[in-house]
């Protein structure tokens, strides 16, 4: 069965910095993009940031841009979230999760697309 693995998350104050791993087993996250998502308490899942599989194109929601930045190492089989000057509104549970479409500009936070989600890891921004 296929699997996406979070991990990373943690309790780190405001201004610090975190690194979310997404780890792919059962299938080569190359042929995919891969997005991240989060959702906070209350609130809808949002998407945050998105990685093409044909070109590595990448893709950012407002609120993340210039702070966080997604990569992939196929070798590894992992997608990664580097996340740096962190705020509390950044506090949320962070989701990955595939799709075997391309994705663009105006798609790739459209939770619809993703077929399948790993089990999120929790990140918590307090001082």
């Known amino acids: 069965q296929v699997q996406l693995v979070e991990s990373g998350g943690g309790l780190v104050q405001p201004g610090g910095s975190l690194r979310l791993s997404c780890a792919a087993s059962r299938f080569i996250l190359g042929y995919y993009a891969i997005g991240w998502f989060r959702q906070a308490p209350g609130k809808e899942r949002e998407g945050v940031s998105s990685i093409n599989n044909s070109d590595g194109s990448t893709y950012y929601a407002d609120s993340v841009k210039g702070r966080f930045t997604i990569s992939k190492d196929n070798a590894k089989n992992t997608v990664y979230l580097q996340m740096n000057s962190l705020k509390p509104e950044d506090t949320a549970i962070y989701y990955c999760?595939?799709?075997?479409?391309?994705?663009?500009?105006?798609?790739?936070?459209?939770?619809?697309?993703?077929?399948?989600w790993g089990q999120g890891t929790q990140v918590t921004v307090s001082s």
């Open positions: 999760a595939r799709t075997k479409s391309q994705v663009s500009g105006g798609t790739w936070y459209n939770l619809w697309q993703y077929a399948d």
